[in-house]
């Protein structure tokens, strides 16, 4: 079934979104699940969503796409050439109009924003190998290529484009060389999250501002272009169906960029509610915390989709350590009690698994995939006592990162508990009226989980037996932890020489794409133990795209 993007308005696809909402679209027929309560069957992927939305399951029915301009339309409007046209000028845009500057040529750089940039002050880490030269001179041992890639495709069950994952392991060091040889400095190199012998994090001197502004730089002295306050509205494409620039500016005085190829680097679609809900189902409508002040609302993805780009994996995100519920600021006492890993247990009572945050992904997918897409941490005046006096099990999400106790966590959580932001209670049986959780199995876990406590050892989710402390003491707390995201990760299928493909796999000719908005390359949510991948992502996409362009528009020339 197809709908059109007005109908999935009129069907109440805009203004509707509660965090941990049951509905994937508020005011769309529902469909009966398999279970009489269906949070049970819920699991926050696309197909729960397309279920309750009654549309193609595939979610090959995109009713955000943007209809392409036909060029001889375009050719009536104010007209601007170029070699090669980028729209977005974030980590992924910048790289991919310097390296084509680089290249010989002429460029220019579409930013919607008053300003250039995107999300460069978010990024920290990247994903680096010993192919690197500065890794590989400081003797740092990672995987090999063959190692990373068997691991990589592993964990993407083998559903990624294996060659676009291959061009990223043999040439992720690329751009970082190029940067290096341009004056940038490395102040960290670190182990991926999934400890020695995988990955290098690097992290640069003035973060990924500072390689921005070696971006503008280069880009200035081979006399390219950033446009700022100016979005991009349509591709532009030909008679045969290449697509040769886009239109761009106010609706009542648009300009025609013309250009002999065109890489779109727009930065995902974390800020358009619609497109977050009806992609990523209900676990979809938790902040996208890195998305906040930018303007990442998918127009890139759907101005592509409208030319014929399809589905590279709309529906995975990048998660991150749970929120808590009602919303507190990163570092406040609450956020820091909730990431300990105390006891985790689902509305129903149930131990969600293993409490750890040994990786990222571990609380993301609990938080995700637990019937309402949440779990609660519960824990005792105990607990409350030793996060007063003693280290916590895990850093604080709050500049300054700290490790140190919280000395008034008490009268914080006195306080959390009137604005509703936390739960406290003399009896678990009270704590279970409290946040709804069914109040015999929530009784019948802790005194598992205290059995387990007292013989020093968790045989059945293998906790470390460090972190295994007995719930016993009133008052008892318990805060509701949510999804969290830092922003979308994929956008339409491409190639490994980053051209957007149709629906037959063959590429669209002169349209590229990278970062969020590249598909095929990651096929699940993102995976912390693979830590630094999505910069990486973006920064391999961006370089090795204008390669790839540049030969494009040579040999079209």
Same mark, same amino acid.
């Given at each position: 079934? $197809?709908?059109?993007?007005?109908?999935?308005?009129?069907?109440?696809?805009?203004?509707?979104?509660?965090?941990?909402? $049951?509905?994937?679209?508020?005011?769309?027929?529902?469909?009966? %699940?398999?279970?009489?309560?269906?949070?049970?069957?819920?699991?926050?992927?696309?197909?729960?969503?397309?279920?309750?939305?009654?549309?193609?399951?595939?979610?090959?029915?995109?009713?955000?796409?943007?209809?392409?301009? !036909?060029?001889?339309?375009?050719?009536?409007?104010?007209?601007?050439?170029?070699?090669?046209?980028? @729209?977005?000028?974030?980590?992924?845009?910048?790289?991919?109009?310097?390296?084509?500057?680089?290249?010989?040529?002429?460029? @220019?750089?579409?930013?919607?924003?008053?300003?250039?940039?995107?999300? +460069?002050?978010y990024t920290e880490a990247h994903f680096a190998l010993d192919t690197c030269k500065y890794v590989k001179e400081q003797g740092h041992k990672t995987w090999t290529i063959k190692e990373a890639y068997d691991y990589f495709m592993h964990f993407n069950n083998y559903r990624?484009?294996?060659? /676009?994952?291959?061009?990223?392991?043999?040439?992720?060091?690329?751009?970082?060389?190029?940067? @290096?040889?341009?004056?940038?400095?490395?102040?960290?190199?670190?182990?991926?999250?999934?400890?020695?012998? +995988?990955?290098?994090?690097?992290?640069?001197?003035?973060?990924?501002?500072?390689?921005?502004?070696?971006?503008?730089?280069?880009?200035?002295?081979?006399?390219?272009?950033?446009?700022?306050?100016?979005?991009?509205?349509? /591709?532009?494409?030909?008679?045969?169906?290449?697509?040769?620039?886009?239109?761009?500016?106010?609706?009542?005085?648009?300009? &025609?960029? *013309?250009?002999?190829?065109?890489?779109?680097?727009?930065?995902?679609?974390?800020?358009? =509610?619609?497109?977050?809900?009806? &992609?990523?189902?209900?676990?979809?409508?938790?902040?996208?915390?890195?998305?906040?002040?930018?303007?990442?609302?998918?127009?890139?993805?759907?101005?592509?989709?409208?030319?014929?780009?399809?589905?590279?994996?709309?529906?995975?995100?990048?998660?991150? $350590?749970?929120?808590?519920?009602?919303?507190? !600021?990163?570092?406040?006492?609450?956020?820091?009690?909730?990431?300990?890993?105390?006891?985790?247990?689902?509305?129903?009572?149930?131990?969600?698994?293993?409490?750890?945050?040994?990786?990222?992904?571990?609380?993301?997918?609990?938080?995700?995939?637990?019937?309402?897409?949440? #779990?609660?941490?519960?824990?005792?005046?105990?607990?409350?006592?030793?996060?007063?006096t003693e280290n916590f099990f895990c850093q604080s999400r709050g500049l300054p990162y700290t490790f140190d106790p919280e000395p008034g966590m008490g009268e914080a959580l006195d306080a959390g508990a009137a604005a509703g932001n936390c739960f406290k209670a003399d009896?678990?049986?009270? /704590? %279970?009226?409290?946040?709804?959780?069914?109040?015999? =199995? /929530?009784? *019948?876990?802790?005194?598992? #989980?205290?059995?387990?406590?007292?013989?020093?050892?968790?045989?059945?989710?293998?906790?470390?037996?460090?972190?295994?402390?007995?719930?016993?003491?009133?008052?008892?707390?318990?805060?509701?932890?949510?999804?969290?995201?830092?922003?979308?990760?994929?956008?339409?299928?491409?190639?490994?020489?980053?051209?957007?493909?149709?629906?037959?796999?063959?590429?669209?000719?002169?349209l590229y794409a990278g970062g969020l908005d590249s598909g095929g390359f990651f096929t699940t949510d993102y995976n912390h133990a693979f830590s630094g991948s999505a910069s990486s992502f973006s920064y391999f996409s961006g370089y090795h795209g204008a390669e790839a362009?540049?030969?494009?528009?040579?040999?079209?020339?």
């Amino acid at each position: 079934m $197809t709908i059109s993007r007005r109908d999935f308005l009129k069907a109440g696809g805009a203004g509707a979104f509660a965090v941990c909402a $049951t509905g994937a679209l508020a005011g769309c027929a529902s469909q009966p %699940a398999a279970n009489d309560d269906p949070e049970l069957s819920e699991t926050g992927t696309d197909a729960t969503a397309g279920a309750e939305a009654n549309v193609d399951l595939t979610r090959d029915t995109h009713p955000f796409a943007i209809e392409g301009t !036909p060029a001889d339309q375009a050719a009536g409007l104010e007209t601007v050439s170029c070699d090669y046209l980028v @729209i977005g000028s974030g980590v992924c845009g910048l790289t991919t109009a310097a390296h084509a500057a680089e290249l010989g040529n002429q460029v @220019i750089v579409l930013e919607k924003a008053t300003s250039d940039g995107g999300a +460069t002050s978010y990024t920290e880490a990247h994903f680096a190998l010993d192919t690197c030269k500065y890794v590989k001179e400081q003797g740092h041992k990672t995987w090999t290529i063959k190692e990373a890639y068997d691991y990589f495709m592993h964990f993407n069950n083998y559903r990624p484009d294996g060659m /676009l994952v291959s061009s990223f392991l043999r040439h992720c060091n690329e751009p970082y060389d190029w940067f @290096i040889d341009k004056g940038a400095q490395v102040n960290t190199l670190l182990y991926s999250l999934a400890g020695p012998n +995988t990955g290098a994090g690097m992290f640069f001197e003035g973060k990924a501002a500072a390689l921005a502004d070696i971006c503008r730089q280069i880009l200035a002295e081979n006399g390219g272009e950033i446009v700022t306050g100016t979005p991009a509205t349509s /591709l532009v494409v030909d008679a045969d169906g290449a697509v040769v620039g886009a239109v761009a500016g106010a609706a009542d005085s648009p300009t &025609y960029y *013309q250009a002999k190829a065109v890489f779109v680097a727009t930065g995902g679609f974390g800020r358009n =509610a619609e497109m977050v809900h009806y &992609y990523l189902g209900s676990k979809g409508d938790a902040a996208f915390v890195g998305d906040e002040q930018l303007e990442h609302d998918g127009d890139g993805i759907n101005m592509m989709l409208g030319v014929g780009a399809t589905n590279g994996g709309l529906e995975w995100s990048q998660g991150q $350590t749970p929120n808590v519920d009602g919303g507190v !600021p990163y570092g406040d006492p609450i956020d820091r009690a909730a990431s300990e890993p105390y006891l985790w247990i689902n509305k129903y009572g149930k131990r969600v698994g293993c409490e750890s945050f040994t990786n990222l992904t571990i609380p993301f997918n609990f938080a995700s995939y637990a019937p309402g897409h949440c #779990y609660y941490n519960v824990f005792d005046a105990d607990m409350v006592k030793r996060m007063e006096t003693e280290n916590f099990f895990c850093q604080s999400r709050g500049l300054p990162y700290t490790f140190d106790p919280e000395p008034g966590m008490g009268e914080a959580l006195d306080a959390g508990a009137a604005a509703g932001n936390c739960f406290k209670a003399d009896t678990l049986e009270d /704590l %279970a009226s409290q946040t709804g959780i069914e109040a015999a =199995a /929530l009784v *019948q876990s802790i005194d598992e #989980y205290n059995a387990l406590c007292d013989k020093g050892e968790d045989d059945i989710f293998f906790k470390d037996a460090s972190m295994l402390l007995p719930i016993k003491t009133a008052p008892f707390y318990a805060i509701k932890c949510i999804p969290s995201r830092l922003s979308t990760l994929c956008g339409v299928k491409v190639n490994e020489d980053l051209q957007v493909t149709d629906a037959n796999g063959k590429p669209i000719a002169g349209l590229y794409a990278g970062g969020l908005d590249s598909g095929g390359f990651f096929t699940t949510d993102y995976n912390h133990a693979f830590s630094g991948s999505a910069s990486s992502f973006s920064y391999f996409s961006g370089y090795h795209g204008a390669e790839a362009a540049d030969k494009f528009i040579k040999q079209t020339a």
